[in-house]
């Protein structure tokens, strides 16, 4: 179990760090869509096509990502007070219940949706470049794949939590922002209280 949560949590985050330069993309050509808009009075027929399809594309494929690193929103009031393994036993049936039906629900209806689109190769409707999009439909079903795989991998935690007690720990590659200075603050904090500690013993 531990080498398939390796592996798919290694899928998982190549995949979102290879998409991430999507944003890059996105930036440039929107960028550039505002430039020649304002200043040249020549704005472009693909801008728009570019920024849904970027963003949708990146979203959908850092889902397994995010799911891998347990980056995903949380409504954990709840769910925090628990012991470990009764958040594993829930996640696990939750997963079973939701995850799974929904994601391969994706799956199938996504390979149709793609598929269709793919027979007679659609352009877009939305601007009059007709840019194509049947490849941008199958990152539907791409997504849905890594996510099936993702979550196998996370019922596989759920499992190990439930043997042992503790939940087995996610690849740290990056830090909420918020979170690195929160950690700082209590660092800070910690440091100021132990030299008054060391003042007051002198």
């Given amino acids: 179990m531990q080498g398939y949560i390796r592996f798919a949590d290694e899928l998982s ?27 040249f009075r020549a704005p472009t027929p693909w801008a728009f096509d570019l920024s849904y399809m970027l963003y949708g594309t990146l979203f959908m494929i850092a889902g397994a990502y995010t799911l891998s690193r347990d980056g995903h929103v949380r ?13 594993a036993t829930v996640e696990m049936v939750l997963y079973f219940l939701f995850f799974f039906p ?11 949706y793609a598929g269709r689109s793919w027979s007679y190769l659609e352009v877009s409707s939305n601007s009059p470049a007709g840019i194509p999009i049947y490849q941008f439909k199958s990152v539907i079903v791409v997504a849905g794949i890594l996510l099936f795989l993702q979550g196998i991998a996370q019922v596989f935690r759920c499992i190990l939590c439930i043997r042992t007690g503790q939940w087995p720990p996610h690849a740290q590659d990056v830090e909420e922002l ?19 500690h060391a003042g007051e013993r002198t």
């Fill in 13 to 39: 985050a190549w995949f979102g760090k290879v998409f991430a330069w999507s944003i890059m993309v996105m930036t440039l050509g929107i960028g550039y869509e505002v430039v020649v808009r304002y200043f």
């Fill in 75 to 87: 409504g954990d009031f709840v769910y925090r007070l628990w012991a470990p393994r009764t958040q």
């Fill in 102 to 112: 929904g994601i391969l629900a994706l799956i199938f209806a996504g390979w149709k």
């Fill in 178 to 196: 918020e979170k690195v200075l929160l950690q700082s603050v209590a660092g800070e904090r910690g440091e100021a209280g132990a030299e008054s």
